[in-house]
T-cell receptor, first 114, second 116 residues
Framework: EADIYQTPRYLVIGTGKKITLECSQTMGHDKMYWYQQDPGMELHLIHYSYGVNSTEKGDLSSESTVSRIRTEHFPLTLESARPSHTSQYLC?????????????FGSGTRLTVV | GNSVTQMEGPVTLSEEAFLTINCTYTATGYPSLFWYVQYPGEGLQLLLKATKADDKGSNKGFEATYRKETTSFHLEKGSVQVSDSAVYFCALSPDLLDNYGQNFVFGPGTRLSVLP
């Protein structure tokens, strides 16, 4: 049974629309992450959070934004979707160091912008 | 900086063949090392880990040994099955003394296809 949930699994949306990808975890983890995964399968960290009210930009510049108002919830928002945003988005969480259980990943949201 | 290098894929094997996926890393101190697996349409799952030099991680017939002298953490399995077809990611967590709370560094992934 998954401890981290992403919705929706698949989303097809028109250019210019605002979208929010949801991510929730039930493990009480402090850290949460958003990765963008390209067709070559490589992972790119776009946002992360150390805890409530903490948000940090990752290694890959992204036009998306995130918020962390509650420990368990880490939504990602695109104000105006573009075809270049088409990708797989993976959410993950961990305790602060990630050493005990590693990162726990959600099943991903596959976003297509037409 | 910290980095992880993996052998390029795709790797195609016949069922029951021996598998090796090479992983080498660059990092200061003593990072912890991980292998993750991603099945089609899913997120990544932790496969095994090793937190200190000479440790061997193992799970589901896969194993990997943390070799400090060669900065390597190669993934091996003696006899692969069709169900092992997936993408495999090597990752490191920086040494806590140097980088407490720093993010994992993931390799680019290696796609494995096992044919019946």
């Amino acid at each position: 049974e998954a401890d981290i949930y992403q919705t929706p699994r698949y989303l097809v949306i028109g250019t210019g629309k605002k979208i929010t990808l949801e991510c929730s975890q039930t493990m009480g983890h402090d850290k949460m992450y958003w990765y963008q995964q390209d067709p070559g399968m490589e992972l790119h960290l776009i946002h992360y959070s150390y805890g409530v009210n903490s948000t940090e930009k990752g290694d890959l510049s992204s036009e998306s934004t995130v918020s962390r108002i509650r420990t368990e919830h880490f939504p990602l928002t695109l104000e105006s979707a573009r075809p270049s945003h088409t990708s797989q988005y993976l959410c993950a969480s961990s305790e602060l160091t990630g050493l005990i259980y590693g990162y726990t990943f959600g099943s991903g949201t596959r976003l297509t912008v037409v | 900086g910290n980095s992880v290098t993996q052998m390029e894929g795709p790797v195609t094997l016949s069922e029951e063949a021996f598998l090796t996926i090479n992983c080498t890393y660059t990092a200061t101190g003593y990072p912890s090392l991980f292998w993750y697996v991603q099945y089609p349409g899913e997120g990544l799952q932790l496969l095994l880990k090793a937190t200190k030099a000479d440790d061997k991680g193992s799970n589901k017939g896969f194993e990997a040994t943390y070799r400090k002298e060669t900065t390597s953490f190669h993934l091996e399995k003696g006899s692969v099955q069709v169900s092992d077809s997936a993408v495999y990611f090597c990752a490191l967590s920086p040494d806590l003394l140097d980088n407490y709370g720093q993010n994992f560094v993931f390799g680019p992934g290696t796609r494995l296809s096992v044919l019946p």
